[in-house]
């Protein structure tokens, strides 16, 4: 009777520890996933990836604080010099032009400079003076749009040559080939897929947003231009 008893206890106690044994086991078995280590895996592809991203965003943030200082706008810039014109005092002028420091100022400045020749020969001074300003704002443009298309193309670079190291090692162990062998190929095959996506995807985003910016700046340089030619045309008091 006491072994019965004792048998039964047992099974109880069992009984008892098995869900415990099993939470256990449930928490040990699960994985989980570190994006460093992640990143590890995708192999030497990663590199270039990671380059072109630090790159991308170094020059969103040096083009974003360039632009920003070619936005700034004097609303009394146009009447300050349209009243130096009228006086005749166009040193002033000119100086004004210097202090303001933005695209549109000195493309005025080279306008004022330009004074007295035929308006078709100021017209193109100003607007070669433009084309320069806007080349400067666009500046590293070409690097983001190239890391936007390039990107991907390194990810899917990276999944294929994944594949192929993943197949290749199945190869090599023959019989003795098991599910870790294609693991370690199909973890480079899409980390990088993945990371090229994302950098692309941040790129053209991040491109599409500078040249929306650089485009308002553009229609204030304009915008100036047409003010600046059309005090010229003004008829003489």
Known sequence: MNLLLSIQQAANNAAEAMPELTQLTDTVQEPELNMWELSLKGGIIMIPLLLLSVLAVYILIERILA?????????????????????????????????????????????????????????????????????????GFPIIATTAAGAPMLGFLGTVTGMVRAFFDMSSAG??????????????????????????????????????????????????TLEFMDLLNEPAN
Do not use: W
Not at 114 to 124: F, Q, T
Not at 125 to 131: D, H, L, M, R, T
Not at 187 to 198: I, M, P, Q
């Open 175 to 224: 019989s003795a080939a098991d599910i870790t062998l294609l693991s370690a190929g199909i973890y480079e095959a899409l980390v990088t897929t993945v990371a090229g996506l994302v950098v692309g995807i941040i790129a053209l985003f991040a491109y599409n947003y500078l040249v929306s910016r650089v485009n308002g700046v553009v229609n204030k340089m304009e915008a100036r």
């Open 67 to 139: 632009i920003r200082q070619a936005e700034k706008e004097d609303t009394t810039f146009m009447d300050r010099i349209k009243d130096y014109i009228h006086e005749g005092q166009i040193d002033s002028a000119l100086n004004l032009c210097r202090k303001s420091n933005t695209p549109y100022a000195r493309m005025v400045e080279k306008g004022i400079s330009r004074l007295g020749r035929p308006m078709n020969d100021v017209l193109v001074a100003i607007e070669n003076v433009g084309n320069i300003e806007v080349a400067k704002l666009e500046k």
